[in-house]
């Protein structure tokens, strides 16, 4: 059974940190692109941050130079290192492949709720 399972979200102060860390079956992870979407309130599904098997990296504009993705392939795990962390940051965050053709149904998520 494909499962993600984000965690370490949480309540934080404008120009804090967190890191989100995503755990992922084997069968969605060896291989393929990752990436981190979030979905802020009232609003649809983003893009955030993505990164390959090999490490290269793509973000989107409103976080770069602040979120830093990276994984561990031998733990079937990506990582989100958010810093300098802004109202707008709040949303639910999630994992999975960039690849459609092999996305797997979504996780629970992960709450970011950042305060001004």
């Known amino acids: 059974q494909v499962q993600l399972v984000e965690s370490g979200g949480g309540l934080v102060q404008a120009g804090g940190s967190l890191r989100l860390s995503c755990a992922a079956s084997?069968?969605?992870?060896?291989?393929?692109?990752m990436g981190w979407y979030r979905q802020p309130p009232g609003k649809q599904r983003e893009f955030v941050a993505a990164?390959?098997?090999?490490?290269?990296?793509n973000y989107a504009d409103s976080v770069k130079g602040r979120f830093t993705i990276s994984r561990d392939n031998a733990k079937n795990t990506v990582y989100l290192q958010m810093n300098s962390l802004k109202p707008e940051d709040t949303a639910v965050y999630y994992c999975?492949?960039?690849?459609?053709?092999?996305?797997?149904?979504w996780g629970q998520g992960t709450q970011v709720t950042v305060s001004s």
């Open positions: 990164i390959t098997s090999r490490g290269i990296t």
């Open positions: 999975n492949t960039i690849l459609r053709s092999a996305r797997a149904d």
């Open positions: 084997e069968s969605i992870f060896s291989g393929n692109p």
